[in-house]
């Protein structure tokens, strides 16, 4: 196996291989461009490295080879005294990771070979001492983890002796002597002198690159922008060239165009008579490149050529990094540059205008995670506010507000006009008010399938969840010493997770306000607004999932279908159980006859079809997906402590209270131990008479109503839960029977499904599909159940371990574990389609809006995923996105 390539044998598409850095710098050289020569140790060297401690067989003497290669192109020998050969070292994975891992410059200078550079620089002496000096900082660094401030601390010393503040007034003597007390630095933490055999510099600084891969600022890095953990570095291994040899020297990066905004034109930062490290660690005041075209004409016009070129090359924004030695210009880097959301989509936009790339390329540009970025509200942190915590970003977004601990407390507070944070250790169905109320909500327990992830994802508002360092009482919560009390102010970062103390100003966007139709008409030709909205236009001609939403109220549902909701997916009955109808619940659950349960139901009942008919006028002409109710009945009781100790104190004054005491013996004698796989979804329905079927009556009456009005209603009833084609069967005749009655000659037809998150379900999908229209995974249970992983506590609780271990790469409650659940889907899809050609398929688990779980319904084959309103956009584009991406589907 090769493990040394030189940069005429590389190109772009090698980087699994070769890095990124390293396949670009071939692709220059090969562009002709000048990029000084140079080699690249490979990735599998890295690994290799890494598996077995030591370098692979081979790989020194494929070094030797490549060196005295590159010796030969120079004209100059490693260490040789008289004339050195001097080369960097530099790491180069095959993703991007800026600043995570090592560099060392200035490779093969020594105590002889430093008198031959400053010969080679026409006697310039402070040149090579400088060079040195930061040879000696840079490896003692990286290599033997001297801490950084000590040479730092040297450096600020011998300025201050001199009364300078500027690094370039050092003089040579000044160096030197710098150089002998960094030298001194290097042994007092080593124990060993300054290595001067260049080529023990030489794998000593490849080594120490290799070792970088697994910092841990580097892993943390990879688990952030979910970069696998095995991919391992590429080292490259370049004949340097100086940007510090004197004013007609220096070194710049740029971009071919704003990184930031997207905008058309060059945009850089150059710094003369300095070494690549100076301009990104801002050590002084950077110029532009308008500057550089003062100070050195010719350079500035080849690099505008070659910025140019690469852009045409590439067909994409470019950065760049380059050193112009002398008045000689070199290119040490390019790559697709990295840009923020807003300029992704600008700048796909734009090449699209200038006939660089067609639209389908426009949307392999961007993705649904930009757009999610560019539809929340955004912190303004220039302020640089107080940290306080970081928890689980749940549903993205800014919210500040007073902290409040109740939901009574927060629609109080939201009363009142003020903004409200919302506090609690976690969310029950009872605090749905105060959710709805605040402008945020925090929790120190709970995942991102915590009902107050969930709820509050559906209604797009800002959430943070299991801030476990956070000790929540019932009017204060404590992190470490530190207490904060109600009425206090904090903001939260639901893209981020941060908790922040006070009031963080925030940005609304313009994206949303554009979807909502109320842009300031100011902006109304922003390029931004003008960008998404033609990208997102071409993503729905050319996607073939369709995009519901998981709305159940008919304000959600507007907001859905205005953001291009295309029906509604999954409308959750449960929270049309709470608020004022509590009472009405109750009375169902404590009924000791069927006569007053069958009048607790009809009272129930008008008040379903309102809610109904209200959600199917809003999606008029669209599909709406009713599902039966889910939860087990207990959730809409009080709970059991805190019911127990109130019937005790009424017995203890000698007040009983004998609806509560009735409640309490309800309450117990359905309290389960596993709530979650006990009396719930169709379970409830079999077992509690009458009340799926006054559900299905009241969505049959709503659609007749609505289809009285001349509306189009078109309902679907789901039934939650279904393990078995029996239990469905069941539930259908009944609604079967119901629904003919109530339709009679109407022109309405009442489609009827199941929803697929039982394991069982989803390995007898060919029975099931017997009795049902439509399927609907319901991948957060699914996942529940077929990892056996409780939703609501998991990720919170031992979640990290599985992801530091590698067991999975993202949490498989947020993108879809395609081998495993993903695999019960598969089943299903295949299994029910074979059954029922005309099957209707779809998802409506939280899965259904994320990006990479959307291309994989793609492929399987589903016919619409059903997302939260405010995830509508992303999965229209993602889904346009999977149409044209060359997997392209695999089924059908
Ligand atoms: C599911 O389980 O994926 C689902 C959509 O239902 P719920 O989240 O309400 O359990
Ligand atoms: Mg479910």
């Given at each position: 196996m090769k493990f040394v390539y030189d940069f005429s044998e590389g190109n772009k598409d090698l980087k699994d291989l070769l890095g990124g850095k390293g396949a670009n710098l071939a692709e220059m050289t090969n562009l002709g461009l000048p990029v000084p020569p140079g080699f690249t140790i490979t990735t599998e060297a890295c690994q290799r490295f890494l598996r077995q401690g030591t370098h692979a067989d081979g790989l020194t003497a494929e070094i030797d080879e490549h060196l005295a290669a590159l010796e030969s192109a120079m004209g100059r020998e490693l260490g040789d005294p008289a004339d050195p050969l001097l080369v960097s070292v530099r790491s180069g994975a095959k993703f991007s990771m800026p600043g995570m891992m090592e560099t060392v410059l200035n490779v093969g200078l020594n105590d002889a070979s430093v008198d031959g550079l400053s010969r080679q620089a026409g006697g310039n002496d402070r040149f090579a001492w400088d060079s040195y000096r930061r040879l000696i900082q840079m490896f003692g660094k990286t290599v033997c983890e001297v801490p950084g401030h000590e040479f730092e601390d040297a450096l600020h010393e011998a300025k201050t002796a001199k009364g300078v503040t500027d690094d370039v007034d050092l003089d040579a003597g000044d160096l030197r002597a710098l150089v002998t007390a960094y030298k001194k630095v290097f042994v007092k933490h080593t124990g060993h002198d300054f290595p001067q055999d260049p080529r023990e510099q030489l794998d000593q600084a490849v080594e120490a690159v290799f070792r970088s891969w697994n910092a841990d600022r580097a892993i943390l890095y990879r688990r952030q922008e979910r970069i696998p953990a095995d991919l391992g570095t590429a080292v490259n291994v370049v004949a340097m060239v100086f940007g510090n040899l004197g004013a007609d020297s220096g070194t710049g990066v740029a971009f071919t165009r704003d990184p930031a905004t997207g905008e058309q034109g060059v945009y850089g930062d150059y710094l003369s008579n300095a070494q690549g490290e100076d301009v990104v660690a801002g050590i002084r005041n950077t110029l532009s490149l308008a500057d550089l075209e003062r100070l050195d004409k010719r350079s500035y016009d080849e690099l505008m050529q070659i910025m140019a070129t690469l852009e045409g090359h590439y067909r994409d924004l470019c950065d760049i990094e380059f050193t112009i030695e002398r008045g000689k210009l070199w290119m040490l880097q390019t790559r697709v540059g990295k840009r923020t959301a807003a300029a992704a989509f600008t700048i796909a936009a734009q090449l699209v205008d200038e006939g660089v790339i067609d639209l389908d390329e426009a949307l392999t540009r961007v993705t649904g995670g930009q757009l999610a970025q560019l539809m929340f509200p955004r912190f303004d942190l220039s302020g640089d506010p107080e940290s306080l915590t970081r928890g689980i970003g749940a549903s993205p977004g800014a919210a500040f507000g007073e902290v409040v601990f109740t939901s009574r407390r927060a629609v109080e507070v939201a009363a009142e006009g003020r903004p409200v944070i919302l506090v609690r250790r976690e969310t029950n169905p009872d605090d749905l008010p105060g959710m709805i109320a605040a402008n945020g909500i925090l929790t120190s327990r709970g995942g991102k399938t915590s009902h107050a992830a969930v709820v509050a994802r559906g209604m797009g508002k800002t959430c943070v969840c299991g801030a476990d360092r956070m000790e929540v009482s019932a009017a204060s919560f404590a992190i470490g010493s530190h207490i904060v009390r109600e009425g206090d102010t904090i903001s939260v970062d639901g893209t981020t997770g941060r908790v922040y103390l006070g009031e963080v100003p925030v940005r609304p966007s313009e994206v949303v306000q554009y979807f909502e139709g109320d842009l300031d008409p100011a902006r109304a030709n922003d390029p931004l607004v003008a960008a998404v909205h033609r990208i997102l236009t071409h993503a729905d001609a050319t996607r073939r999932l369709r995009v519901r939403t998981n709305a159940d109220t008919g304000a959600d549902a507007a907001r859905a279908r205005r953001f291009g909701a295309q029906g509604i997916g999954l409308c959750r009955t449960e929270h049309m159980f709470l608020g004022d109808r509590r009472e009405l619940v109750e009375r169902l659950i404590l009924a000791r006859s069927d006569a007053e349960r069958a009048e607790a139901l009809s009272a129930l009942q008008p008040l379903q079809r309102a809610d109904f008919l209200e959600i199917f006028r809003e999606m008029n002409g669209l599909p709406v997906t009713v599902r039966l109710i889910d939860p087990p009945l207990h959730e809409f009781l009080p709970s059991l402590e805190e019911l127990a100790v109130k019937v005790a104190v009424q017995q203890e004054h000698g007040e009983p209270d004998e609806k509560d005491e009735q409640l309490l013996a309800a309450v117990r004698r359905m309290h389960e131990q596993n709530p979650m796989l006990g009396l719930r979804g169709v379970r409830l329905g079999l077992v509690i008479p009458g009340l799926f079927a006054m559900q299905v009556r009241a969505i049959a009456e709503a659609a007749v109503a609505l289809a009285a009005e001349g509306g189009n209603p078109r309902p679907e009833i789901m039934v939650p839960l279904?393990?078995?084609?029996q239990e469905l069967e069941t539930v259908r005749a009944e609604a079967e029977r119901i629904i003919a009655e109530v339709v009679g000659s109407a022109n309405v037809r009442i489609l009827i499904g199941t929803m697929i998150e039982v394991p069982r379900a989803a390995l007898t999908a060919g029975q099931i599909a017997e009795a049902a229209e439509f399927f609907s995974f319901g991948t957060n249970d699914l996942t529940q159940m077929g990892w056996g992983f409780s939703r609501d506590d998991v990720e919170g609780a031992f979640f990290w371990r599985y992801l530091e271990l590698g067991i999975f790469g993202i949490s498989p409650f947020e993108s879809i574990d395609a081998d495993g659940v993903g695999r019960l889907v598969r089943i299903a899809t295949d299994e029910g389609r074979a059954a029922r050609p005309d099957l209707k398929l779809g998802v409506c688990g939280e899965h259904g809006g994320d990006p990479d779980s959307v291309h994989f319904f793609h492929r399987v084959g589903l016919d619409y995923v059903s997302c939260s309103p405010f995830r509508v956009p992303i999965a229209r584009l993602e889904a346009g996105r999977a149409a044209v991406t060359a997997e392209g589907s695999d089924h059908r």
């Open positions: 279904v393990g078995a084609v």
